[in-house]
Nanobody, 126 residues
Framework: QLQLVESGGGLVQPGGSLRLSCAVS????????IGWFRQAPGKEREGVSC????????TYLDSVKGRFTISRDNAKKTVYLQMNSLKPEDTAVYYC???????????????????WGQGTQVTVSS
């Protein structure tokens, strides 16, 4: 059964860092794109970053460029989102997702993805 499980969220002060993990099972990670999304209360879900199956393509939301880095460890079946210089506006539930289609590229719009994790809460506050 295909499954994605996020972890690593928590409470952090502004300027701090967190590393989110997306552990997958039920499929071979190296063949598929993974996206990270977030949703704050009362707001639409937005795409934060994605990484393609070949690692040749990554993309980031403008507001996180230079602060967030997406990476993957296929052997550990895990995709990471390193988040530095966190701001209060980064507060949200963060989700990872996969399209489970060997397309060789990724996208940061939700309809691209068919399988989602349950989310992990990130709160940036002093």
């Amino acid at each position: 059964q295909l499954q994605l499980v996020e972890s690593g969220g928590g409470l952090v002060q502004p300027g701090g860092s967190l590393r989110l993990s997306c552990a997958v099972s039920g499929f071979t990670l190296e063949y598929y794109a993974i996206g990270w999304f977030r949703q704050a209360p009362g707001k639409e879900r937005e795409g934060v970053s994605c990484i393609s199956s070949s690692d040749s393509h990554t993309t980031y939301l403008d507001s996180v460029k230079g602060r967030f880095t997406i990476s993957r460890d296929n052997a550990k079946k895990t995709v990471y989102l390193q988040m530095n210089s966190l701001k209060p506006e980064d507060t949200a539930v963060y989700y990872c997702a996969t399209d489970w289609k060997p397309r060789g590229f990724c996208a940061t719009y939700a309809k691209f993805y068919d399988y989602w994790g349950q989310g992990t809460q990130v709160t940036v506050s002093s």
